[in-house]
T-cell receptor
Framework: GAVVSQHPSWVICKSGTSVKIECRSL??????MFWYRQFPKQSLMLMAT?????????EQGVEKDKFLINHASLTLSTLTVTSAHPEDSSFYIC?????????FGPGTRLTVL | DAKTTQPTSMDCAEGRAANLPCNHSTISGNEYVYWYRQIHSQGPQYIIHGLKNNETNEMASLIITEDRKSSTLILPHATLRDTAVYYC??????????????FGTGTKLQVIP
């Protein structure tokens, strides 16, 4: 199946700082990518849809000014958590469609101190 | 997307077949059944999908009832590495790939030695 990578795999930052997470489709192009967030013992929740060459679309309740998404190329989408706070600590996962299925990255564990 | 209902958890003895059920009684004619799994602290992994015919690949088999209101994912010889949360999802899919996946709570499969 198609491969999606994320970087970094984990990050620890201080409250108030910004953190950038990269999502890459390694062997295919993706005009659309998706960002999810997962809290402990909960299911994945879709945050936003990243669109190459245009603005991202955000799910209800997700602050677009806090979670900045840039889909710079057909293989790269970035999620920047701005002014991170401890409640933003979570597991962030991206996905990209490859054929008839969606393929997911390995996730990024963000811990905000 | 049609709603799905899955048992919260299941146990399976190592080496035996694991049969994971999913109810999707409101599925539409153009919606596919997809299965993903998430091993602890990893991104979800695509397993298999189907429309109305039974499907098999190297990972699993998917049995869809004739009325398409339910399906069963079969792992023929479960191993400890199959311990994960399994998600059944139904959605329309178009080749070329818009694949926003909405996750329910899934079934936590515990494979027991």
């Amino acid at each position: 199946g198609a491969v999606v990578s994320q970087h970094p795999s984990w990050v620890i930052c201080k409250s108030g700082t910004s953190v950038k997470i990269e999502c890459r489709s390694l062997d295919f192009q993706a005009t659309t990518m998706f960002w999810y967030r997962q809290f402990p013992k909960q299911s994945l929740m879709l945050m936003a849809t990243s669109n190459e060459g245009s603005k991202a679309t955000y799910e209800q309740g997700v602050e677009k000014d806090k979670f900045l998404i840039n889909h710079a190329s057909l293989t790269l989408s970035t999620l920047t958590v701005t002014s991170a706070h401890p409640e933003d600590s979570s597991f962030y996962i991206c996905s990209a469609p490859g054929g008839r299925a969606a393929f997911f990255g390995p996730g990024t564990r963000l811990t905000v101190l | 997307d049609a709603k799905t209902t899955q048992p919260t958890s299941m146990d399976c003895a190592e080496g035996r077949a694991a049969n994971l059920p999913c109810n999707h009684s409101t599925i539409s004619g153009n919606e596919y059944v997809y299965w993903y799994r998430q091993i602890h602290s990893q991104g979800p992994q695509y397993i298999i999908h189907g429309l109305k015919n039974n499907e098999t690949n190297e990972m699993a088999s998917l049995i869809i009832t004739e009325d398409r209101k339910s399906s069963t994912l079969i792992l023929p010889h479960a191993t400890l590495r199959d311990t994960a949360v399994y998600y059944c999802i139904v959605r329309v899919t178009n080749s070329g790939g818009y694949q926003k996946v909405t996750f329910g709570t899934g079934t936590k499969l515990q494979v027991i030695p």
